[in-house]
């Protein structure tokens, strides 16, 4: 077949991926399929995100949601500072994440020490709280949930500790 | 069936599409015609909330027709143990087994017991959770067995009499199937039976959200091991869960019932107040579970540290007890009534997400405090001022904090994919601005809470003073620019175990030991990090089998198929050359296969079982379950159960018609919430005559907050709509595109009419049974927004597992707009 006639700039079409520095294996953060994806990265900005072409599970592939990956992690629309509603407020406020963090321990704490139950009526030994609960995450890694369950049970004694397992 | 995988599970649909291209025949059962069907060889359409009617439907085939694989049924499952007799069937009890009490709406299950010798461990069912209900059933390990099948309560009999009414003729009543559909699909699956051939049934929510969902799943199970499928490659019941690492949520559980490996939580109403109480009520003699105290001392262990000594049993009083169900639905119950005053949400959103959406933003007013933690502001942060029912800022108390957290790409860390597959994902870029990680976030709320406590005396703060707490790297690394980030490869160590003594990571589970010399986070992960830079769950080695064992690491001990010893017969060998998996090698006496063998390595097919031994020695070298009591497959589950020995058809709590089957209408089991603001509409409600099912689309995801926050995905799935078909249309005056009002005994929703014949109406006695069809991505918040599905569903709870009904209720339709 000859040559067909290109314009230059068809010639010097390239993928954006080309311009990586990085690329690093990731994990699709939908469904739990598990795409394998690979993630580009150009100066320490993600530039784009793709199927994992080595994937026993994907092969490269990824449908609509997965192949959004990218504007999902990099989009204006992100929070990225805490925000802070006081009681009957009618606005958000910005915080520093220090000041939060602090906050919300106190306010585990007094909600804690206030409900926090020994024994039963009956007197047998209960050691929890139900005036806390905690839902989240069936999109977070298995660390994460690891430690919420040891902080909140094994640490706090809170009972209702849930997920989107259980909905 | 119950599952729309080519929409919702899009890139693992490849792979039945591949099997198509081989010859496979894919047969999709589903209330829509959907993107699945379409791909299917076989659409049969089934009335939501009909399921077990039609699963049951398949058992009495094979059973009526003698189509069982029969050496995979005398040898592999339970069909031969005997039941006592004191059982009485749901058949000849108006739809109601023995020892059900009505007062308190449970059963108490000592009536399905094997006959035999008096039982070595209470049999409860209430005592036993629907997750754990696998290992933890006390059920004998030895059961009087009648391998004739000829002893009228052996559980061969009382299967087949239990399902001999659900006839291809009563499936066409119940399921709205036409008959030769329905027996279309029963030959095909009986016909792919056998040494040389599987079939393997997948599911997803479409189950599991109904009120007997677990009851659904074991229809299935009893359907696979009686034409010899499970444990063989091409077979089993595939769960097509739908997040990232919903397993990992519930491996390592964020569950309120379990602790880590799905050991059943301590709680009051079990007795469980001491370690020695709860080993005696939750251990059994037979099978893999007796190792449970090991399993249970190494984690009081992990979490306790020095602090975990034999003489305060391992810190085990500071575990909270369970005093009764403290599940998602009834806590957000609580919570409406303002018994519950702090809400911790990661990446979740029940203000539109959870059922009866209305009830769970009304719940979050009750709070003092909230905290979000998400990548965008979701509905459940934004309640105060911008839920749709429009409350004044001012009259709201509750003080609300949203944290910024960090995606995949911006942390290390493990998922749990849907086939117990451990992947590791890798840091690539900081999160933004004052974004972290969860795990950033919980463990340094961890520091700040232990610094509070620190000079605490009193005993219900000992637990928190004592918790290991230490994931800090050695060095910070300086490729990032958050220095104090917690590193997720630390806590996989501790997940993995290691022995206390050294330090050592331990090899797999069968190194715990139950003296406290080994700590282990979560048993059924030992393996994943065996040795010092050998994380297993980041291994990427695709290999050009079709196994691929050398990709990740998958629980337990890298086993990618369960019970694959089934994959053999009952001497050993492949049931045939194309359907060849894990075998016994003769000549080296070793299980081997192209998977790492779910058996004891070096225990031969002929080996007698050691009745004096504990465990699995109890079993025969042909009991391939080893997590039962006795080594089999359960056709019938003689513990573990709360709602019935035996898969039966009820209605759903909402129906718009009577049990044809059984006098009683609904699960006698299940939990409603009788409250004003959550009533359920009885069975043939006039008001509410049509069903209503909830589902999701490709483009979209759940709640919608990592979607319709994303341009590309908001462009192309943008609206809420409900799927209705052209006949109701046609009765009701409305076209497609038309404003719809859609409105349950709970709430009214507004949205645009889909008409299409996706949509089919079911005959029923000569009328017609109507269903519509509901996405539930839209909410108040994102590019995109609209009206919320879950504003229509009631709260109620499936007995084993807690899960709300939303795939089958009722509802009325209107023309035109809610104001």
Redesign the interface.
Known sequence: MSQQPMSRESIEKKPRTRDAD?V??????????????L?Y?KD???ID?EGNP?????EG??????A??Y???V?P??????????????H?EER??DW??????????E?RD?????R?PDG????????????????????????????F??????????????? | MGSNMAENHPVGFRWPMKARERGATIIHVDPRFSRTSAAANLYVPIRSGSDIAFLGGLINYVLSRDLWFHEYVLAYTNASSIINDRYIDAEDNGGVFSGYDPRSGTYDNASWAYAGPPQEAKEDASAHSGHAMEGTSPAKHRPTRDETLQHPRCVFQIVKRHYARYTPEMVEEVCGTPKELFLQVADVLAKNSGRERTSAICYAVGWTQQSYGAQIIRAAGILQLLLGNMGRPGGGIMALRGHASIQGSTDVPTLFDLLPGYLPHPSVIKGDDTLEKYMRESAVRGGYWSNLPKFMVSLLKAWYGDAATKDNEYGYEWIPKLTGDHSHVTTSAAMADGNVKGFIVFGQNPANGSPNAGLQRRALTQLDWLVAVDLYETETAAFWYAAPEGWKPADIKTEVFLLPTAGPAEKDGTFTNTQRLLQFHDKAVDPPGDARSDLWLVYHLGLRLKALYRDSTRPQDQGLRHLTWDYLPERTDPRWRIEDEPSAEAVLKEINGYTVADRKLVADFAALKDDGSTACGVWIYSGVYPEEDKNMARRRVKGDGWVSPEWGFSWPGNRRMLYNRASADPQGNPWSERKKYVWWDAAQRKWTGFDRPDFPETKAPDTAPNSDGAGVDLHSGSDPFTLKADGRGWLFAPSGLKDGPLPTHYEPLESPLRNALYPRQDSPVAKRFPRNDNPISPPGDPQYPYIVTTYRVTEQYTSGVMSRWVGWLSELMPEMFAEISPELAAEKGIANMDWIVVATARSQIECRALVTGRMRPFRHNGGMIHEIGLPYHWGYKGLVTGAMANDLVPLSEEPNVYIQEDKAFTCNIRKGRLR
């Open positions: 990085t690093v294996a990731s994990v699709c953060p939908y469904c739990a399929v598990g795409c394998s994806q993630v990265v320490r900005r993600i995100v080595e994937s026993p599970i994907n592939t990824l449908c609509p949601k997965g959004a990956t504007r999902y992690l989009n629309n992100r929070v990225t500072s805490v925000r802070y509603r006081a009681p009957y407020s009618d958000w520093p994440l939060a963090m602090d906050r919300i321990a106190q306010r585990i704490k909600t206030a409900s926090f139950v020994e039963t047998k030994l209960a050691n929890q709280t139900t005036a806390i609960a905690t839902l989240g995450g069936a999109t977070m890694d298995i660390e994460e949930n690891y430690l919420i369950k040891k902080l049970s094994g640490g706090l004694g809170v009972v209702s500790i849930e997920n989107q397992a259980r909905i």
